[in-house]
């Protein structure tokens, strides 16, 4: 064949000598309103690896239920967290993708996707596409891996593909609960925010929750948790005695993950404790369920039960400990491409 043959794609890895990389996190609605969260809420909880139910089961559950109530309920507690640039998960991500992509100035091209709403996973491989990218890393903001997020990632990525002939090389990060650098960055967030209290408090480490039977059917993601948990206690150098961990955010009357946050808090009031320190290393950035559900509804449940303060630290948003290690990261992952990579 000629190298002029019309069959011969023009330039086909332009500018291909970068790689693209493609950040996740879970998504947010449009708005804060009943009808936004009816859509977005719809699309979340009917993915399967979500709520593993028959959805002959959920379906009715999930339309005639939970999406006329807790739509508008969602929507009240979105209104007392959301900012003049919009929803907070969705500000904090952008501001970390455009600190990792500074961090990787020439090598890579950044991209923020959110897993249910905009911007959608597939338009933003297809731009990806549409600008030569041939070399694709996927990093899911979840430090802990579960198949209910995680995977879900990986699921709409691969979706995707499907429908395309020709695919890009690939390299999928499952988890860093156990990078040294995460680590760390978190345990400075700790410590500086500790160091700034006249009185010393009790730590909560707060994960998100998953059903139990998830990990009865083999989701690591429990064990990633307390593996996080203990790691970033021990760096601290806090006795066993000075931290609890527990699990947020559980939905229906299945059970969950245990200790439940929310009794946690009530029950570490009632102990005595008078101070608390609630940490969220599972979320990568601030959101709904750090800022309203931890930072002021448990603040209310800590104080009913007789403990004076509740001490939300703040994720790790867009510091720069953490576009660091997660540039580092890419890299580590991109490995001969981040070397070879060029402008």
């Not at 899911?140 to 002939?165: C, I, K, N």
């Not at 203990?230 to 059970?255: E, F, M, N, P, V």
Request: hydrophobic residues 40%; contains cysteine; proline residues 6%.
């Amino acid at each position: 064949m000629s190298l002029n043959s019309p069959h011969t794609p023009e330039n086909p890895t332009a500018p291909g000598s970068r790689y693209g990389v493609l950040l996740v996190n879970l998504g947010t609605p449009s708005a804060p309103n009943a009808a936004a969260l009816r859509r977005y809420l719809a699309e979340f909880l009917s993915d399967q690896r979500v709520v593993e139910l028959p959805r002959v089961l959920w379906y009715p559950i999930l339309y005639g239920i939970i999406l006329p109530f807790r739509a508008p309920r969602s929507a009240a507690a979105y209104q007392a967290v959301w900012t003049e640039r919009g929803s907070p998960l969705r500000v904090f991500s952008e501001d970390l993708t455009a600190a990792v992509q500074q961090r990787l100035q020439g090598r890579a091209e950044v991209v923020l996707a959110m897993r249910y709403g905009e911007p959608d996973i597939a338009s933003r491989l297809r731009d990806m596409r549409e600008r030569g990218i041939r070399k694709l890393v996927v990093l899911p903001l979840y430090p802990q891996y579960s198949a209910t997020t995680t995977a879900t990632v990986f699921d709409a990525v691969t979706a995707e593909l499907a429908t395309w002939r020709h695919w890009p090389e690939l390299r999928l990060i499952g988890d860093y609960f156990e990078d040294e650098a995460w680590i760390g960055a978190v345990v400075d967030k700790i410590a500086e925010h500790r160091a700034r209290q006249k009185i010393p408090g009790h730590l909560l480490f707060s994960f998100h929750g998953i059903p139990e039977r998830c990990i009865e059917r083999g989701d690591p993601y429990a064990a990633q948790c307390e593996a996080s948990a203990r790691a970033i206690a021990a760096r601290l150098g806090l006795a066993d005695s000075d931290w609890t961990l527990s699990y947020q955010s559980r939905l229906g009357k299945a059970k969950w993950l245990t200790p439940y946050t929310d009794q946690t808090v009530r029950a570490l009031g009632r102990r005595g404790i008078t101070h608390l320190d609630v940490v969220c290393p599972g979320f990568a950035v601030d959101c709904l369920e750090t800022l309203e559900e931890i930072a002021m509804q448990n603040a209310e449940f800590f104080s009913e039960a007789g403990g004076k303060e509740l001490r939300y630290i703040p994720a790790l948003n867009a510091d720069a400990a953490h576009a660091d290690l997660l540039a580092a990261l890419i890299r580590r992952h991109a490995g001969d491409w981040d070397s070879t990579a060029t402008d």
